[in-house]
């Protein structure tokens, strides 16, 4: 994501001067585009799970929305990192699907609503805008309200959208993606780890931390008195009072455990792994809540927790592990590949380093004790 603002104490000043270095590494921040094999768009189950398990606290907050400002006759919606593929639709249909039910029920006009996509400008829409037709498709049905779909290119830590017009907002697994590798970090793995230092737990933290205070004060500016935002992190449990733990199968711990399996086979540079990190937090609650507290300007009106399975054996009883090892091999691989090339360069075989992740994820087939979870939050605008 975007970095540009205030390294100090977040504000709404906006720095457009980048330099073409740093401005590749936002370019990289984005899912392998297409529909090909190894496309975000073929390998997003995670993300639509993630999706789904919001359903209940989407429809929820769009009938209160309704509601609260009186059934207005225009809504403005935003999909916030949206990226590509089928998925795009998933919330944004949920949204309109609700509002035209809610008002047959209450003998209301249903009102035009303008759906805005966004994500990163190399984002690739082209495939998203594909999918267009048959989400029409799907609604026209059963939906009677009026509605248009677009594009908005930027970044979520940068102002999107015009002072007061959005009335709901929905983002999925978007929002643990930082707008920048924090600075000053000592770590020997692409994330935090039961090794790490108490520093790098800070500085990813402390990074977090601006970053969402940033985010909560630009839609501040644009959504209206009482809109709502729906939001679902991949976050974490705490275990053992410990911000440190992650367990063995952390979906970066075996990332990081693939590329020194590569550093070892002379295949990457020790130098680059080290320099290597994920622009990623997974909050916990508390770590929400505090932030949402101190920026102030919205009221928190759910915060659930559910787990999370980065693997798919939930999808069938009957099930491979190794079948499943490469399948979240690929799904990490859609969201990853970019960032890896931006690094490390071409000379990065990513077929030897994701059969690798495969092979690990099938060792670690029997962890348990896992700390990553799915939070979904709700906000209202005071």
């Given at each position: 994501?975007d970095?540009?603002?205030?390294e100090?104490?977040?504000?709404l000043?906006?720095?457009d001067?980048?330099?073409d270095?740093?401005?590749a590494f936002v370019?990289?921040l984005?899912?392998t585009?297409?529909?090909?094999?190894?496309s975000y768009?073929?390998?997003s189950?995670?993300?639509?799970r993630g999706?789904?398990m919001a359903?209940?606290?989407?429809?929820k907050?769009?009938?209160?929305m309704?509601?609260?400002?009186?059934f207005?006759?225009?809504?403005?919606?935003?999909?916030?990192?949206c990226s590509?593929?089928?998925n795009?639709?998933?919330?944004?249909?949920?949204?309109?699907?609700?509002?035209?039910v809610?008002?047959?029920?209450?003998?209301q006009?249903p009102?035009?609503?303008d759906?805005?996509?966004?994500?990163?400008?190399?984002?690739d829409?082209n495939?998203?805008?594909?999918?267009?037709?048959?989400?029409?498709?799907?609604l026209?049905i059963?939906?009677q309200?009026?509605?248009l779909?677009?594009?908005?290119?930027?970044?979520f830590?940068?102002?999107?959208?015009?002072?007061?017009?959005?009335?709901?907002?929905?983002?999925s697994?978007a929002?643990?993606?930082?707008?920048?590798v924090?600075?000053?970090l000592e770590?020997?793995?692409?994330?935090?780890?039961n090794?790490?230092?108490?520093s790098?737990?800070k500085?990813?933290?402390?990074?977090?931390?601006r970053?969402?205070?940033?985010?909560l004060r630009?839609?501040?500016?644009?959504?209206?008195?009482?809109?709502?935002?729906?939001?679902?992190?991949i976050?974490?449990?705490?275990?053992?009072?410990?911000p440190?733990y992650?367990?063995?199968?952390?979906?970066?711990?075996?990332l990081?455990?693939?590329?020194?399996?590569?550093v070892?086979?002379?295949?990457?540079?020790?130098?680059?792994?080290?320099?290597?990190?994920?622009?990623?937090?997974d909050?916990n609650?508390?770590?929400?809540?505090?932030v949402?507290?101190?920026?102030?300007?919205?009221?928190?009106n759910a915060l659930?927790?559910?787990g999370f399975?980065?693997?798919h054996?939930?999808?069938?009883?009957?099930?491979?592990y190794?079948?499943?090892?490469y399948?979240?091999?690929?799904s990490?691989?859609a969201?990853?590949e970019?960032?890896?090339?931006?690094?490390?360069?071409e000379d990065i075989n990513?077929?030897i380093l994701?059969?690798?992740?495969?092979?690990h994820?099938t060792?670690h087939?029997?962890?348990?004790?896992?700390?990553s979870?799915?939070?979904?939050l709700?906000?209202?605008?005071?």
């Amino acid at each position: 994501m975007d970095s540009r603002f205030n390294e100090t104490v977040p504000s709404l000043r906006y720095i457009d001067e980048k330099s073409d270095d740093e401005y590749a590494f936002v370019k990289s921040l984005r899912m392998t585009g297409g529909d090909g094999a190894n496309s975000y768009s073929v390998n997003s189950r995670v993300q639509r799970r993630g999706i789904l398990m919001a359903i209940p606290v989407l429809v929820k907050n769009t009938e209160e929305m309704m509601t609260g400002l009186n059934f207005p006759k225009y809504i403005k919606v935003a999909e916030l990192g949206c990226s590509s593929g089928q998925n795009t639709f998933l919330g944004i249909s949920e949204i309109i699907n609700t509002i035209n039910v809610l008002c047959q029920q209450s003998n209301q006009n249903p009102p035009e609503i303008d759906c805005c996509l966004n994500d990163l400008p190399e984002n690739d829409f082209n495939t998203t805008f594909r999918f267009v037709p048959f989400f029409n498709k799907e609604l026209m049905i059963t939906n009677q309200a009026s509605y248009l779909v677009y594009g908005a290119p930027g970044s979520f830590y940068s102002r999107l959208f015009s002072r007061n017009s959005l009335h709901l907002i929905h983002s999925s697994y978007a929002l643990h993606w930082l707008s920048k590798v924090p600075e000053k970090l000592e770590n020997d793995n692409v994330f935090i780890t039961n090794t790490s230092s108490q520093s790098a737990y800070k500085a990813y933290l402390n990074q977090f931390q601006r970053d969402f205070t940033m985010f909560l004060r630009l839609r501040s500016e644009e959504v209206v008195s009482n809109g709502r935002m729906v939001l679902t992190f991949i976050g974490r449990n705490t275990l053992n009072n410990d911000p440190l733990y992650r367990d063995c199968c952390h979906l970066w711990s075996l990332l990081s455990k693939s590329l020194h399996d590569l550093v070892f086979e002379g295949l990457v540079s020790k130098s680059k792994l080290d320099a290597f990190n994920m622009p990623f937090y997974d909050p916990n609650e508390q770590e929400l809540k505090e932030v949402i507290r101190n920026e102030g300007s919205f009221e928190i009106n759910a915060l659930e927790t559910h787990g999370f399975d980065l693997g798919h054996c939930n999808d069938e009883e009957d099930h491979n592990y190794e079948t499943d090892g490469y399948n979240e091999a690929k799904s990490v691989r859609a969201v990853t590949e970019s960032m890896l090339v931006a690094h490390f360069g071409e000379d990065i075989n990513i077929d030897i380093l994701f059969d690798k992740y495969a092979r690990h994820v099938t060792q670690h087939s029997s962890c348990r004790n896992k700390t990553s979870v799915t939070l979904v939050l709700a906000l209202t605008k005071k």
